[in-house]
């Protein structure tokens, strides 16, 4: 049989959607690319389960190649802080007291070790209509249908160890420990909300803390941090910006 030519693989032209998304995202990249890099700790990466990533974004060491963000990503994020816009005003319309500024007109948040660990919360209930007990930290995370799901089954503390250790970190480092968080997860999906009160985890705030001054103590001595696993597959490694680097 002549092969002859295959038209049936022939590449689609982009399509009118295709291009007006492809101009969106070009200028969603350029502006991340324009966005100074933090030059701290952030209170909210504390609970991850590498301390060598976390000392590589400490000290803006470069991605992969292949690792920045995408257009895509990017406007995840995007939607991930309108749907926490939402959430405030669904909460204050409920009849919740929730500030997201202190009297200065700042955010909530902290600032340890000259600057070099910082955190910065979502809000503080002040006053609930149910009789939750306040003040209280407030912390909102939007998610995706599948890992909604693993949160409103099994606690933010086993399914997102990280949003945990956040949130005890927060608590302590604000003042917040005699009550318990509100964390609040929207389903991106679907629009549907869990509301979860979070105990003080005093352990596990000492934890990441303790992490932070190990990561910090690392970086002045020019000294790497071992990987938290020898497994190059590991499910970590391979989403990790820098996999390449770490396990050249």
């Not at 600057?115 to 995370?141: F, I, S």
């Not at 979860?196 to 934890?207: M, R």
Request: aromatic share 10%.
């Amino acid at each position: 049989m002549d092969a002859g030519f295959d038209f049936n693989h022939r590449e689609k032209p982009p399509s009118f959607a295709d291009t007006v998304n492809a101009c969106i995202d070009t200028a969603l990249v350029a502006e991340q690319a324009e966005r100074p890099q933090r030059d701290y700790l952030g209170g909210s990466r504390l609970g991850d389960i590498c301390q060598r990533r976390l000392q590589y974004e400490y000290l803006k060491t470069p991605k992969d190649p292949s690792a920045g963000f995408s257009g895509q990503s990017l406007r995840i994020f995007a939607l991930g802080h309108v749907l926490e816009d939402l959430a405030i005003e669904w909460l204050r319309k409920a009849g919740f007291d929730l500030r997201t500024r202190n009297r200065h007109g700042d955010q909530f948040g902290f600032s340890v070790v000259g600057g070099r660990v910082q955190g910065h919360a979502d809000g503080v209930v002040v006053a609930a209509p149910n009789g939750m007990a306040v003040p209280a930290l407030w912390e909102c995370k939007s998610a995706n249908a599948k890992n909604w799901r693993e949160i409103a089954k099994h606690g933010v503390a086993k399914a997102k160890p990280v949003y945990a250790a956040q949130i005890a970190l927060y608590q302590a480092y604000l003042g917040l420990t005699e009550t318990p968080a509100l964390f609040t997860a929207i389903n991106k999906d679907t629009c549907e909300i869990w509301h979860e009160l979070v105990p003080f985890d005093a352990a596990l705030a000492q934890s990441a803390s303790d992490k932070a001054v190990t990561i910090l103590r690392a970086c002045d001595a020019g000294e790497i941090l071992p990987r938290h696993t020898a497994d190059p597959d590991h499910f970590e490694c391979r989403f990790c910006a820098w996999r390449e680097r770490c396990w050249a």
